[in-house]
């Protein structure tokens, strides 16, 4: 009985720990051992999701005549902050274009390469 007391106060010290480390954003998606892995073995991934929090996404007018070049349709609220993760999208190797739906603007979600360039050159 000791031992298992022992033990679930250690995990959860190391789960606190941990959650200290990565942004707490991230865990909605993602799991302490999904992220635990990703901080192991691709941080590099990790940067860059937690780069995406913030700046992955923009809201821009839709430009006339180019409904072809559009990844799908979304439904939000634009006087929200964006947070790609509530709105159940990626980071993919491509920028997307997802038309708002009631309105006349679009959400443009940056990929990765486009994120990673934005990083390297704010450092």
Known sequence: MKQILLFTIFLSAVNMAFSQEVDARLTTRYSSTELA?????DPEKLTLLTYALDHACYITDFP?????????????????PI????LGLEIQ????????????KILVVKSEWVLTNEMQNNK
């Open 37 to 41: 892995e990703l901080k192991q073995n």
């Open 64 to 80: 006339k005549g180019k409904e072809s070049g559009l990844n799908g349709v979304i439904e939000m609220n634009t006087n929200e």
């Open 83 to 86: 947070d790609f993760i509530a």
């Open 93 to 104: 190797k491509t920028n997307q274009y997802l038309r708002i739906t009631g309105t006349d």
